[in-house]
Nanobody, 121 residues
Framework: QVQLVESGGGLVQPGGSLRLSCAASGTIYRINAMGWYRQAPEKQRELVAA???????NYADSVKGRFTISRDNAKNTVYLQMNNLKPEDTAVYYC???????????????WGQGTQVTVSS
């Protein structure tokens, strides 16, 4: 079993910053990639940012230049630094891990419980 636990969400004014963290624990052989998705009310879940074990990153166009994803491989933790937040960034943010639980097992997707980010004055 793998658990992903997020923290760092909250209420912030437009132009403010937040930092999300997500720690993976459990039976982990290898974390291939980790990322952040978000889902606003009545919208589909979308990719925000992702990072591979080698450090390659990918961002949604809407957050490029404002958000930065990073990871600490030793701690199995991924971070999302969010700057210059806008009201349209309001959503539940979910951590995702593409993780192998054994040397002979393929990677599978695991999800955190989600953390609310609200950008409002």
């Amino acid at each position: 079993q793998v658990q992903l636990v997020e923290s760092g969400g909250g209420l912030v004014q437009p132009g403010g910053s937040l930092r999300l963290s997500c720690a993976a624990s459990g039976t982990i052989y290898r974390i291939n990639a980790m990322g952040w998705y978000r889902q606003a009310p009545e919208k589909q879940r979308e990719l925000v940012a992702a990072i591979t074990s080698g450090g390659s990153t990918n961002y949604a166009d809407s957050v490029k230049g404002r958000f930065t994803i990073s990871r600490d491989n030793a701690k199995n933790t991924v971070y999302l630094q969010m700057n210059n937040l806008k009201p349209e960034d309001t959503a539940v943010y979910y951590c995702n891990g593409y993780i192998r639980t054994g040397w002979s097992r393929p990677a599978s997707d695991y999800w955190g419980q989600g953390t609310q980010v609200t950008v409002s004055s």
